[in-house]
Nanobody
């Protein structure tokens, strides 16, 4: 079992930056690929970014490429999402998720563990 806890969300102005954290407890976190997803009101959960077990491979959704950076510190059991040049359309609840098997996946159903989410609100 892996327990995930997100933090770092908040209310910011457009153009600002935030860093989200996903802290893991339970089994060794380095054995899990991790994805960040977001869900805005009335919309489906959307893939934002993903990182492989070692951190050597990263993936991004088209809407955040060039603005967001995902990284991880396995010794600290933490994955980060650095969000720069935030836009109002980035407003959502952000979730991190981990997989038991395989690499980064693009769909929520492919993940085994989820955090409770952290709210990000970007004002114009």
């Amino acid at each position: 079992q892996v327990q995930l806890t997100e933090s770092g969300g908040g209310l910011v102005q457009g153009g600002s930056s935030l860093r989200l954290l996903c802290a893991a407890s339970g089994r060794t976190f380095s054995s899990n690929a991790v994805g960040w997803f977001r869900q805005a009101p009335g919309k489906e959960r959307e893939f934002v970014a993903g990182i492989s077990r070692s951190g050597s491979n990263t993936y991004y959704g088209d809407s955040v490429k060039g603005r967001f950076t995902v990284s991880r510190d396995n010794a600290a059991n933490t994955v980060y999402l650095q969000m720069n040049s935030l836009k109002p359309e980035d407003t959502a609840v952000y979730y991190c998720a981990a997989r038991n098997e395989g690499g980064v996946a693009w769909f929520p159903v492919q993940y085994d563990y989820w955090g409770q989410g952290t709210h990000v609100t970007v004002s114009s």
